[in-house]
T-cell receptor, first 114, second 112 residues
Framework: EAGVTQFPSHSVIEKGQTVTLRCDPI?????LYWYRRVMGKEIKFLLH????????ESGMPNNRFLAERTGGTYSTLKVQPAELEDSGVYFC????????????FGPGTRLTVL | SQKIEQNSEALNIQEGKTATLTCNYT??????LQWYRQDPGRGPVFLLL?????KEKRKERLKVTFDTTLKQSLFHITASQPADSATYLC???????????FGTGTKLQVIP
């Protein structure tokens, strides 16, 4: 069974540009999460999808971040325009159902904003 | 706000010894605590979950405890091996949905 995949693995952009990160969850997982780790800090929750609906987006930093999950399958996270403080590693995770279900993490996308 | 604190940034131990990592939480007791392993360049991998009404949970060489009085969880790796070297993350969760709050992690180095 394929795990959670993320694309790209690494992105380097200049301040003011737009970047779109993609996450493909494990097939059949209704729950999809985005997290971010900035250097030296803990992994922080960004948002949670249940199928195509946003269950909780309380961790989204500001309106420069837009997450979508078309048809309840893959998800994208767009940053527009990117700022220096957006640099970090963005993780996606998915889980099947109940609230104690294991979350399976992808390898992350390392975003560097210059 | 609810916080998770892993006080040790790094821990070095000799192969064969038991590694003990500490996780402290603030405010009210979480519904559960989780422990993850993270290797460089990879995402966290779930290891164990312990609920607030459980005192201890074991899985092979791993053992986790949950002390609601001390507001603390301990994570033990017995008979440690160099392959156990990684960063270990503690995370708290709340009931109802699965938003988790992570600690900053403890980097464990097992020396042969």
């Amino acid at each position: 069974e394929a795990g959670v995949t993320q694309f790209p693995s690494h992105s380097v952009i200049e301040k003011g540009q737009t970047v779109t990160l993609r996450c493909d969850p494990i097939s059949g997982h209704d729950n999809l999460y985005w997290y971010r780790r900035v250097m030296g800090k803990e992994i922080k929750f960004l948002l949670h999808f249940v199928k195509e609906s946003k269950q909780d987006e309380s961790g989204m930093p500001n309106n420069r971040f837009l997450a979508e999950r078309t048809g309840g399958t893959y998800s994208t996270l767009k940053v527009q325009p990117a700022e220096l403080e957006d640099s970090g590693v963005y993780f996606c995770a998915s889980s099947q159902g109940s609230w104690t279900d294991t979350q399976y993490f992808g390898p992350g996308t390392r975003l560097t904003v210059l | 706000s609810q916080k998770i604190e892993q006080n040790s940034e790094a821990l070095n131990i000799q192969e064969g010894k038991t590694a003990t990592l500490t996780c402290n939480y603030t405010n009210y007791s979480p519904a559960y605590l989780q422990w993850y392993r993270q290797d460089p360049g990879r995402g966290p991998v779930f290891l164990l979950l312990i609920r607030e009404n459980e005192k201890e949970k074991r899985k092979e060489r791993l053992k986790v405890t949950f002390d609601t009085t001390l507001k603390q969880s301990l994570f033990h790796i017995t008979a440690s091996q160099p392959a156990d070297s990684a960063t270990y993350l503690c995370a708290r969760g709340t009931g109802g949905y699965q938003k988790v709050t992570f600690g900053t992690g403890t980097k464990l180095q097992v020396i042969p």
